[in-house]
């Protein structure tokens, strides 16, 4: 897991050297950096230029541009008759600008959660019409300036900033405190300024494995405290791989003293259910994001309590569980960070014994 030897606080590019101020004598040569500079940027606004002037696209440029490969563009072909080939050069098969924009806009919609036969095939006009739908059915949510502020060094790729900025807030109170009024508006921020085109996708990444990283970090410091001796057992379901809500949680309750023991994401429910007792868990945690299926929430927590013994508690919480208007017998949905402590103190002391558990797995 987190065993490297590196300091998580640091994000896992390489530094960028830190140039030394130019001095007056400098001068010559700085000219000379930026004529050079001013020469690269002319060449490669002019490459740009020649190529979305050129009329067709070759397969190994539109799948640099888009990620789509050859065998990915004739399946849809053959399924959707999209994309058409417009033309063939030297027996290789080349596609018009206006698909490859069309290409894009499938892109961006599949990263949204559509699945290809929602979206390959339309025409660029209804494709843009999903994309401002999608937009107009999440509520817009209002980043305050603190979390703004983290995203800001996140889009200019800087993550040595960006570590230093959490970890200044994160010296500032509880560990809960600064997965409450922090990290959790920072990643439901990179959501939405996704969303709004700010950012791209693997800016998300960049910040999901730095966030990762940090929880990691703080709940392997955590020593658990003997007047709490349950087992809480931290999972998520098959198909679920938002992760980052779940580990808050846990790093929240390790912080109260709480045993916690992660198994990470898609496990499936029989895994899950070996896992509890060989881990003699106390209780089974499960998040469930807002991209979890929503049909398939209740009947897999109803699934996990006929196989888990009764005396295992099952908790679910995350921004899936929101939609679940009657909780299913013998599973305590909760909604935020404060329930989730309220639940922990609840928990009947079962062995006298402390258990040899601790940190995550
Ligand atoms: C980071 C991220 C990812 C990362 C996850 C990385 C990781 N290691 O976790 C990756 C890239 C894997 C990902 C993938 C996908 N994602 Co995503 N993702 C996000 C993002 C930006 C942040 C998620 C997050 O960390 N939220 C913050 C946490 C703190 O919130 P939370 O989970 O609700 O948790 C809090 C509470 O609910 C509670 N809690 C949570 N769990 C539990 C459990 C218990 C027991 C308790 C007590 C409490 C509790 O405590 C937490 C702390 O406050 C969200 C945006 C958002 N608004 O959440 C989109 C989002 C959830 N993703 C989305 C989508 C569409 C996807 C994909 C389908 C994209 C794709 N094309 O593949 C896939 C689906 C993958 C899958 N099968 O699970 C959509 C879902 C929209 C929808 N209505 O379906 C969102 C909302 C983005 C958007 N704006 O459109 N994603």
Redesign the pocket.
């Known amino acids: 897991m987190t065993g490297t030897g590196q300091d998580p606080s640091q994000p896992f590019v390489h530094r960028r050297e830190q140039k030394p101020l130019v001095a007056t004598t400098e001068i010559a040569d700085n000219d000379f950096a930026l004529n050079a500079h001013d020469l690269s940027l002319r060449v490669s606004v002019q490459s740009a230029l020649n190529r979305l002037s050129r009329p067709f696209v070759s397969v190994s440029e539109i799948e640099r541009e888009t990620g789509f490969g050859k065998d990915q563009l004739r399946k849809w072909r053959q399924r959707f008759g999209f994309p058409p080939v417009e033309s063939v050069a030297d027996g290789k098969a080349a596609y018009s600008r206006k698909t490859v924009d069309q290409l894009l806009l499938i892109k961006r919609l599949?990263?949204?959660?559509?699945r290809p036969g929602q979206v390959v095939g339309k025409t660029a006009p209804e494709l843009e019409k999903l994309k401002l739908d999608?937009g107009l059915?999440?509520p817009v949510?209002c980043l305050d300036e603190s979390t703004q502020a983290l995203i800001e060094q996140l889009k200019r790729n800087d993550l040595t900033g960006l570590s230093a900025m959490l970890a200044q807030r994160r010296a500032r109170g509880t560990l809960l405190e600064f997965?409450?009024d922090t990290?959790?508006p920072?990643?439901?921020?990179?959501?939405?300024a996704?969303?709004r085109d700010e950012i791209d996708?693997h800016h998300?990444?960049l910040?999901?494995?730095l966030?990762?990283r940090l929880l990691h970090a703080e709940i392997l410091k955590l020593e658990p405290k003997q007047r709490l001796p349950s087992v809480l057992l931290?999972a998520?379901a098959p198909?679920?791989?938002?992760?980052?809500?779940?580990?808050?949680?846990e790093a929240?309750?390790a912080e109260q003293g709480a045993k916690t023991i992660n198994i990470g994401?898609?496990i499936p429910l029989s895994n899950l259910k070996l896992a509890a007792i060989s881990c003699q868990a106390d209780v089974v945690?499960?998040?469930?994001?807002?991209?979890?299926p929503a049909r398939d929430l209740v009947p897999t927590l109803l699934h996990l309590r006929r196989l888990l013994p009764p005396q295992i508690q099952i908790?679910?919480?995350?921004?899936?569980?929101?939609g679940i208007r009657r909780p299913p017998r013998g599973v305590?949905i909760?909604?935020?960070?404060g329930?989730?402590v309220t639940?922990l103190n609840d928990l009947p002391s079962q062995h006298a014994v402390p258990a040899q558990h601790g940190g995550s797995a």
Do not use: K, N, P, Q
């Open positions: 599949l990263e949204a959660g559509f999608l059915t999440v949510i997965v409450r990290l959790t920072l990643m439901v921020g990179i959501g939405e996704w969303r996708i998300e990444h910040c999901s494995s966030v990762e931290f998520l198909g679920e791989h938002h992760l980052l809500g779940l580990l808050m949680i929240a309750l994401s898609d945690a499960l998040s469930f994001s807002f991209a979890y908790w679910a919480g995350g921004a899936g569980v929101a305590r909760i909604s935020d960070i329930e989730a639940a």
